[in-house]
């Protein structure tokens, strides 16, 4: 066995030292409230304020698993307090479960399942895994600002999307494709008229004075678009057709459910944003402020800790070669769900907490279309289909690179398993997805060039995507240094779907690092 | 007097026929409806479809008067037919109202006003002029395509932005900034919950089965953020703050007469866009396409047309020598404004309509800010204050380059004579907006940095920003060829507040020219 194989990774030219201060003055905690969102279900707050490290630590080693975002982050903040650190990746490329997907990439499913290799065309390309960056999330966000990455934003819904219901017992609206801005003006002009009336014609005693109750039914008028002579409910050209629905098929169809009046739709932040270019373009910048300190194609096998030390044994996944690798202390950023299989001596309350981690079996589809036919046919630009009954999950229309020829349609981002699709033959797959689209989409088939089918949990080293939320309990447990170990991925975090997520790990891991460095 | 002046153009290097060709199938009808927007008031239909023209016709020579969008396309269009074509610009630089302002630029006001220098730093700018293109305008958007421009999504407005009421009888919002998101989920939950009740309660009878009314209340309850047990209206996390307004104070304000169900608030077609780095990079591409037949720094002096030509007398404004140049065509670009105080031999009936014709006094203040502050501070990404109390107009949020450090605010985007800032100095017109805007923004004085003022009736070679909108009739006559002149300008068509009215009026001119040419 050897010590340190030779690098595997291009040699990066080290950003300035003003490109890596640029920015730092500018974090802290955010003042924006963002509370619990109802349908996202991992939100949470962001991961500010940033700790403020100084010293510096040459004779320090530290290794670390993994170069996803939170090993990437934990390299470059150590790696500005001058430790010695060294990253382990056992993919040919840095990013983890922030993968951008584009022409040339490829993978074979685990399990012995099919090889894949990419056709898109060039510039063209979809986020595997995480793909939205909510505006409160600072950490993150400072981050692209530090490192020159450009955001723009990310479009969850828009009043142009369809809504798509299959179930034949929803009413007169099943299996019609419906505008979201159909409904939310049917909806509000049906609901203000009936109001309207009732207040007109003294049905309703309002708290109000008369003054009052008349400006109440004017707000009604205004903002259901309603007739002011006799308050009937008259559809507004910017609805898209005058024929409007039935109130009883509006409610009968649950479409009402899927309407909020604040927060449009899914219930998230407004706005989200994402990176021009891909989500992995972030990591690839840390990459390169990091340097030649990345050793790609390492598998780790090994992990054993002493009073003193940790030991890791690692094998280049080229030549099968092993080689070992000993360091003060160890920043494991693999994903839960590898990490609970390899052998590695952590105490047993940690074990116990990391065996019964979970994760989520998501899985993401992207289409690559000749045509942009929902711009062009539909003038839809970003968001979704609201369809759960074609068991595609979120379909997305791009918020990127508007008015281009082709395009990338995320097909499906649902529950890899859903309509047992995990266990289908990739064409399966798509097929599934091109016919349950085209029911929304006619034009799905013909305008089709290639797909990409990522199912996380068939991801070598990946295994699974995101974490599950630890308790509170679990989240103490891998809080805590375990030994000379620490864990430092999104899992290790409140937000284990989010970037902010693997940004809090980080930090805490390397300010618990290096609070007992100085301690001595 | 002498032919043609020295161009004073960079000769651009011409595209490739590939380049110029590329795009140009994609052309025809949109199937948008787009319908009339009520706040919009110079909205209309796209200018499609684009004509299909072939043939080439280098010995006929067309001069075209200005070099803003429509001289621009008119130019181009021609020149893809083999016209001999040569367009005269008394400005500098190409654009006309289509004025990005960067640091550099320089004015001086009519009428013996003060000279401004802009001193934005490097990559801050604002359109002065055009800024907004909805997404059904087909004409501008597939120009921006084949001419490589890429456009990002302008945002009209957010549930972040504020409203403020200035007036006291306006009850207990007045002199309060209150946020949109807040407005629209306490009316919708104070209405939906009176609605609720009285349904609960059998006040009123909908035209609905039980179940259906069951159905309604539950609509009513998910979309109001209502307590299923009581009906009572609970402030959502998301609004941003659990104390919700009082109905009758929330009525008092007004405020609801901006808050729409379906178009969110300003009733414009959604999404809108806007070019990455500024409006006026779609003239300068046009420019480049051109090439060097564009002459700038030629002041149109007089315009003579005989049964055989057009003579044009243009002075250099450098050096003051007057020239004259002789076509066949002559297409006039030249505002409404302008051309009403020309010396040329139009038709009494066609110099009647532009004698009549009626502009815009709009004007723009570009605000260069430390920090962007209201990113930071208060979670606003693009959209306006909506304060008309405020007599700044649409205050507006930069909708591009989002976390970066510094920003240009549109202080000011208003008729140019309100609070009578026409006749102050440009010192007293940044105090008024300063003031105004930190009743909003108490940060605006602190974070301020230089400020550059558009008055368009003080510009010269504009006088006035775009044209009214000419009646049909008064439009007819415009759209006639009068001898062998033709009024191109945006002011000659259905949206002169609009790039793609300028579209239209350039296809016409070309169309028109052509047809007759090729008739012999």
Chains 1, 2 share one sequence.
Not at 175 to 189: F, Q, S
Not at 356 to 379: C, I, T, V, Y
Not at 462 to 472: F, I, V
Request: aromatic share 8%; glycine share 10%; net charge negative.
């Amino acid at each position: 066995m050897k010590n340190h194989k030779p690098n595997r990774i291009a040699s990066f030219s080290p950003m300035t030292r003003r490109q890596v201060l640029q920015g730092f003055g500018m974090l802290g905690t955010s003042s924006l409230m963002m509370g619990a969102m109802s349908a996202w279900d991992l939100m949470g707050e962001p991961a500010g304020p940033k700790p403020i490290l100084q010293g510096t630590h040459p004779d320090t080693k530290v290794i670390i698993l993994g170069a996803g975002l939170s090993g990437l982050i934990i390299a470059y903040e150590l790696g500005k307090l001058g430790y010695d650190c060294r990253i382990l990746e056992a993919r040919n490329q840095v990013g983890g479960l922030t993968w951008t997907v584009r022409g040339g990439d490829s993978h074979t499913e685990l399990g012995g399942g099919e090889h894949q290799v990419c056709k898109y065309d060039q510039d063209l390309y979809f986020n595997a895994g995480a793909w939205r960056i909510p505006n409160a999330d600072k950490g993150i966000i400072d981050y692209c600002a530090e490192l020159g990455i450009s955001l723009e934003l990310f479009v969850n819904s828009s009043d142009a999307n369809y809504l798509y219901q299959e179930d034949p017992s929803k009413g007169q609206l099943a299996k019609k494709k419906v505008r979201l801005r159909e409904i939310k003006a049917d909806l509000w002009g049906s609901t203000n008229e009936l109001l309207a009336k009732a207040l007109d014609q003294g049905q309703i005693d309002a708290p109000l004075s008369e003054e009052d109750n008349e400006l109440l039914i004017e707000f009604l008028v205004n903002s259901g678009y309603l007739d002011s002579a006799d308050y009937v409910y008259r559809p507004p050209a910017i609805r898209g057709s005058q024929e409007r629905y039935d109130l009883a098929a509006l409610l009968q169809s649950g479409f009402g459910n899927s309407v909020r009046s604040l927060v449009r739709v899914t219930g998230g932040p407004d706005p989200v944003f994402q990176p021009i270019g891909g989500m992995q373009k972030i990591c690839f910048a840390f990459a390169e402020a990091i340097g030649d300190s990345i050793i790609l194609g390492s598998e780790v096998q090994k992990i054993t800790q002493t009073d003193d030390a940790v030991r890791v044994v690692y094998k280049d996944t080229e030549t099968g070669q092993e080689y070992e690798e000993t360091a003060d202390y160890c920043a494991c950023c693999l994903p839960m769900s590898i990490l609970k299989k390899i052998n590695i001596n952590l105490s047993p309350e940690m074990a116990t907490v990391v065996a019964n981690s979970e994760h989520s079996s998501s899985a993401k589809m992207g289409l690559q279309m000749k045509r942009r036919f929902w711009e062009e046919d539909d003038g839809i630009f970003g968001g979704h289909i609201f369809g759960r009954s074609l068991q595609i999950g979120e379909f997305s229309y791009p918020s990127n690179d508007y008015f281009t020829k082709k395009g990338i349609l995320l097909g499906f981002y649902a529950d890899g398993t859903i309509a047992d699709l995990e266990n289908r033959p990739i064409q399966e797959r798509i097929d599934h997805v091109l016919q349950q689209a085209s029911k929304v989409h006619p034009q799905m088939r013909e305008e089709f060039e290639s797909a990409y089918c990522v199912w996380w949990d068939k991801i070598k080293y990946s295994e699974g995507a995101y974490s599950r939320r630890p308790d509170d309990e679990a989240l103490a447990q891998l809080s805590k240094a375990d030994g000379r170990i620490y864990l430092g991925s999104a899992g290790a975090s409140k937000r284990p779907a989010w970037l902010e997520g693997a940004v809090a790990s980080a930090w805490r891991t390397v300010e618990s690092i290096h609070k007992r460095v100085e301690q001595g």
